[in-house]
């Protein structure tokens, strides 16, 4: 009557052995290390990088406990943080400006685990330290910003179409054109219909005028915001890679803001400034009479450029002296996507320019046959010259392609650079926390401590009343723990102050479903039924209460996930993933004891309840 078969006890048992495994690393703790990531998109994180960090490290005579390499950076690990600090300085000194080297803490949990996928669950701003910042885009102008391209390219199609007019302007989110008569306001209509067709035209007269207001339509205006907040969120992830922060938190919230959190990190104005953060690019002519003159570059190379001229280097370390004059800037980029050359099938940039950016592209490619043309990346206030080719012939259609990359992957991140390079509309902090690190752990040892004396009062609680019974409820709430941190662990949830209050929560709705079990077992014991039949009805027929009040509060924890965010999520997060744990714990494994316990005995005549 009390007897699982044989796979049951299997399928506990497998359960219980894969949670104490993917519980296992949050008891090992975090590590002191160190992780240096090239801060260019021309420099890569390889095993060339980590031989000079372990150079470094040797020279210096610092000793670590591992240098690993990820897809990203590398990661040296120290034994304790005055070594961590000798590292971070010793490395920044031996390896230059061109890298980041950042204070981090690393999980200390034996290899063999992490090749398992058993990782620690990540700790967030409240448990950790950090900053937080809450980014409110301005929707507005990124509206205003789409006009001012709408303008120029408006007025490059109707100088292209030969079409007359008296006056462009742009007026809010809106572009306002005038023209003399009718005939001219139609046929600059019909071009402007065919060429954006998602713009929304309204005709007027002003005075003797006819005026033609161009607006993006509704669809078009949300589409644009849209990209705004996502362009927005890609520049900001580019940008917080450089800090090297483990886990950063970079999300949307809302229609028009950001959050951002960065554990870890204490210097807000650091943070801030990597936030605003600008790569952008330059395209300038190179001077063709100083490259000629060996003499004008060796006075260069020793800090004399020409009048009206600057020096840079090439990949390949090839000095260039290029005109100071910009002839383009990255403000003209509409996109940028990787690709391949078509004639030498090598990796390329393909960049997009607007109307105003192509014009003046074709205009100096036709007056400058034969001269080379110098493309700069600019990141962090330095520059460095990607391409310097021969402009062979006009180039028109606001398409340039930019080659001379190592890689298609160098091509990917350089595009990536020029796209979120500047913020596709202005954002303004509009909160900003900073939480300690003795604050942080203050949190985890309140947290880890309040569940830990919660237990202990339920454990008391269960034995003495319930007795036998009381002590598999314990051991069944204690199953639950591991249950639902190794779900946490393998979900690599971010466990949050909330979330540790879902935990003990969680407890305490654990064991309802442990006393309705015991509870119903007495009564069918007093209803003068055989230990082992009241065993069998007590499960049998808690099981429907149970499902009922757990799918209640199930549906509760589900409709703040779903209508909260930030910590309410989190917190929704373990509440449901508690419940159905809780479930699993309450009634298979409490039941699996109780069989291996009470239903082997052929002649059962009390039970300790």
Same mark, same amino acid.
């Given at each position: 009557m009390n007897r699982y078969p044989l796979w049951k006890y299997v399928v506990v048992?497998?359960?219980?052995?894969?949670?104490?495994? $993917?519980?296992?690393?949050?008891?090992?703790?975090?590590?002191?290390?160190?992780?240096?990531?090239?801060?260019?998109?021309?420099?890569?994180?390889?095993?060339?990088?980590?031989?000079?960090?372990e150079t470094a490290l040797k020279t210096a005579g610092i000793a670590s406990t591992g240098v690993a390499l990820d897809t990203t950076s590398v990661k040296a690990r120290f034994a304790d943080t005055e070594s961590q600090i000798k590292a971070k300085d010793?490395?920044?000194?031996?390896?230059?400006?061109?890298?980041?080297?950042?204070?981090?803490?690393?999980?200390?949990?034996?290899?063999?685990?992490?090749?398992?996928?058993?990782?620690?669950?990540?700790?967030?701003?409240?448990?950790?330290g950090g900053v937080h910042f809450l980014l409110q885009v301005d929707m507005p102008r990124a509206l205003e910003k789409a006009a001012e391209r709408y303008q120029n390219d408006i007025r490059a199609l109707l100088r292209e179409k030969k079409v007359r007019y008296t006056g462009i302007g742009r007026e809010g989110d809106s572009v306002v054109l005038k023209l003399?008569?009718?005939?001219?306001?139609?046929?600059?209509?019909?071009?402007?219909?065919?060429? $954006?067709?998602?713009?929304?035209?309204?005709?007027?007269?002003?005075g003797e005028e006819q005026v033609l207001t161009a607006r993006l339509k509704k669809p078009a205006q949300l589409k644009t915001q849209e990209y705004a907040l996502q362009q927005n969120l890609t520049t900001l992830r580019n940008r917080v890679n450089e800090l090297g922060v483990a886990e950063p938190v970079i999300q949307q919230q809302g229609v028009d803001r950001v959050v951002v959190q960065l554990p870890g990190v204490q210097d807000t104005a650091k943070a801030k400034e990597i936030l605003g953060r600008t790569a952008t690019l330059e395209i300038r002519l190179v001077d063709e009479e100083a490259m000629q003159d060996p003499a004008r570059v060796q006075a260069a190379l020793a800090g004399q450029a020409p009048f009206g001229s600057e020096l $840079?280097?090439?990949?390949?370390?090839?000095?260039?002296?290029?005109?100071?004059?910009?002839?383009?800037?990255?403000? $003209?980029?509409?996109?940028?996507?990787?690709?391949?050359?078509?004639?030498?099938?090598?990796?390329?940039v393909h960049v997009n320019l607007d109307g105003r950016g192509a014009r003046i592209f074709k205009n100096v490619t036709r007056e400058n046959v034969g001269r080379r043309m110098a493309i700069l990346l600019i990141e962090k206030g330095k520059t460095e010259v990607i391409t310097a080719p021969v402009i062979r012939e006009e180039i028109g259609g606001g398409r340039v392609q930019i080659t001379g990359m190592d890689s298609p992957q160098e091509a990917s991140d350089v595009a990536l650079?020029?796209?979120?390079?500047?913020?596709?509309?202005?954002?303004?902090?509009?909160?900003?926390?900073?939480?300690?690190?003795?604050?942080?752990?203050?949190?985890?040892?309140?947290?880890?401590?309040s569940t830990l004396i919660g237990f202990a009062l339920i454990a008391t609680f269960m034995v003495f009343y319930y007795r036998g019974f009381g002590l598999v409820s314990v051991l069944a709430l204690a199953t639950n723990m591991f249950l639902l941190v190794a779900l946490l662990s393998m979900l690599q949830a971010t466990l949050t102050l909330p979330g540790i209050a879902g935990i003990a929560l969680t407890l305490g709705m654990a064991i309802d479903a442990n006393v309705i079990i015991a509870e119903r077992i007495r009564e069918e014991l007093r209803n003068g039924n055989s230990p082992q039949a009241a065993?069998?009805?007590?499960?049998?027929?808690?099981?429907?209460?149970?499902l009922d009040s757990n799918i209640t509060t199930l549906i509760a924890g589900i409709a703040l996930f779903w209508l909260g965010s930030g910590p309410v999520r989190g917190f929704a997060v373990v509440l449901c993933l508690g419940i159905l744990?809780?479930?699993?714990?309450?009634?298979?494994?409490?039941?699996?004891?109780?069989?291996?316990?009470?239903?082997?005995?052929?002649?059962?005549?009390?039970?300790?309840?």
């Amino acid at each position: 009557m009390n007897r699982y078969p044989l796979w049951k006890y299997v399928v506990v048992g497998t359960a219980l052995a894969v949670a104490f495994l $993917y519980t296992l690393p949050n008891f090992y703790g975090e590590v002191p290390a160190v992780q240096v990531q090239p801060t260019r998109a021309s420099l890569k994180a390889d095993t060339a990088l980590m031989q000079q960090v372990e150079t470094a490290l040797k020279t210096a005579g610092i000793a670590s406990t591992g240098v690993a390499l990820d897809t990203t950076s590398v990661k040296a690990r120290f034994a304790d943080t005055e070594s961590q600090i000798k590292a971070k300085d010793a490395l920044q000194a031996a390896l230059g400006s061109n890298y980041t080297v950042a204070l981090n803490l690393l999980p200390a949990s034996p290899q063999w685990l992490a090749s398992i996928g058993a990782l620690p669950m990540y700790l967030g701003l409240d448990l950790r330290g950090g900053v937080h910042f809450l980014l409110q885009v301005d929707m507005p102008r990124a509206l205003e910003k789409a006009a001012e391209r709408y303008q120029n390219d408006i007025r490059a199609l109707l100088r292209e179409k030969k079409v007359r007019y008296t006056g462009i302007g742009r007026e809010g989110d809106s572009v306002v054109l005038k023209l003399r008569d009718v005939a001219q306001r139609d046929e600059a209509r019909r071009a402007i219909e065919s060429a $954006y067709p998602d713009l929304d035209l309204v005709e007027s007269v002003s005075g003797e005028e006819q005026v033609l207001t161009a607006r993006l339509k509704k669809p078009a205006q949300l589409k644009t915001q849209e990209y705004a907040l996502q362009q927005n969120l890609t520049t900001l992830r580019n940008r917080v890679n450089e800090l090297g922060v483990a886990e950063p938190v970079i999300q949307q919230q809302g229609v028009d803001r950001v959050v951002v959190q960065l554990p870890g990190v204490q210097d807000t104005a650091k943070a801030k400034e990597i936030l605003g953060r600008t790569a952008t690019l330059e395209i300038r002519l190179v001077d063709e009479e100083a490259m000629q003159d060996p003499a004008r570059v060796q006075a260069a190379l020793a800090g004399q450029a020409p009048f009206g001229s600057e020096l $840079y280097y090439e990949r390949n370390g090839a000095p260039v002296l290029v005109k100071k004059n910009v002839v383009l800037t990255g403000e $003209y980029i509409t996109d940028a996507q990787p690709g391949f050359d078509n004639q030498t099938s090598q990796a390329a940039v393909h960049v997009n320019l607007d109307g105003r950016g192509a014009r003046i592209f074709k205009n100096v490619t036709r007056e400058n046959v034969g001269r080379r043309m110098a493309i700069l990346l600019i990141e962090k206030g330095k520059t460095e010259v990607i391409t310097a080719p021969v402009i062979r012939e006009e180039i028109g259609g606001g398409r340039v392609q930019i080659t001379g990359m190592d890689s298609p992957q160098e091509a990917s991140d350089v595009a990536l650079l020029l796209r979120a390079g500047a913020l596709a509309a202005p954002m303004e902090i509009v909160e900003e926390r900073t939480v300690g690190p003795s604050l942080g752990a203050d949190n985890i040892e309140r947290g880890v401590n309040s569940t830990l004396i919660g237990f202990a009062l339920i454990a008391t609680f269960m034995v003495f009343y319930y007795r036998g019974f009381g002590l598999v409820s314990v051991l069944a709430l204690a199953t639950n723990m591991f249950l639902l941190v190794a779900l946490l662990s393998m979900l690599q949830a971010t466990l949050t102050l909330p979330g540790i209050a879902g935990i003990a929560l969680t407890l305490g709705m654990a064991i309802d479903a442990n006393v309705i079990i015991a509870e119903r077992i007495r009564e069918e014991l007093r209803n003068g039924n055989s230990p082992q039949a009241a065993i069998f009805a007590g499960y049998d027929r808690a099981w429907d209460t149970i499902l009922d009040s757990n799918i209640t509060t199930l549906i509760a924890g589900i409709a703040l996930f779903w209508l909260g965010s930030g910590p309410v999520r989190g917190f929704a997060v373990v509440l449901c993933l508690g419940i159905l744990t809780s479930m699993f714990s309450a009634v298979t494994v409490s039941r699996a004891m109780v069989n291996l316990t009470y239903g082997r005995a052929k002649r059962l005549t009390k039970v300790s309840i």
